[in-house]
């Protein structure tokens, strides 16, 4: 009685994650030159709640864990932008990683925001303690649409209210900068360390 004529899926929101080789080494390292840094200076507060946020630009700093790891995040943003379109190719485009590191301890997490300006955010999971049960060092996406509590009932994935991950140590989440996001309380002893980043594309001069 009715023939399909045409299905498209409107505005969707990419979440992507990546593993990065020989992340022990890599991280051991950035947790060395965390603690350099926090020796070094205050750091400073914005959606972090207890913890160290570093001031500044992690990526202006040119210790070899640092180029590493930017180098891997540039690839992951390479990566994640091919994904979602063949008409820009993003090589061609001027890149800005802007990078910090964050260290929560137990009772430690960020509240909701988004990074307003870029095009892509990640995170880097320096460590991320073991727990049992619970929420504990989970990363949560709020959807940017209103109105879908009453969509629940259809249990439709693309319609749902949040999206909840507890990524791994050694793991790069890459994610639109728009997307509202917030972070659970660390309950574990042990500080979760992540280093989280901005990347915004632009065009070439000249
Ligand atoms: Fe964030």
Known sequence: MIEETKFEKLFSTPLLRFKVANHAALSRALLAEGAMMQSEEDGVSKSN???WHSSGNLFDRNADPIVELRVAAEMAILAATRRITTKVDPETLKMKLFGWMNVNPQGG???PHTHPGAHWSGVYYVSQPEIDEGNSGMIEF???RT???H???LKASAFSLKK???PAAGEIVVFPSYLLHWVYPNEADADRVTIAF???FSKPKG
Do not use: F, H, M
Request: proline residues 5%; charged residues 20%.
């Open 49 to 51: 709640r207890l913890g």
């Open 109 to 111: 997490y960020n509240v």
């Open 142 to 144: 709020l959807a940017p």
């Open 147 to 149: 109105d879908l509590s």
């Open 151 to 153: 969509w629940a009932i």
């Open 164 to 166: 909840r991950i507890r």
């Open 198 to 200: 901005n990347a915004t």
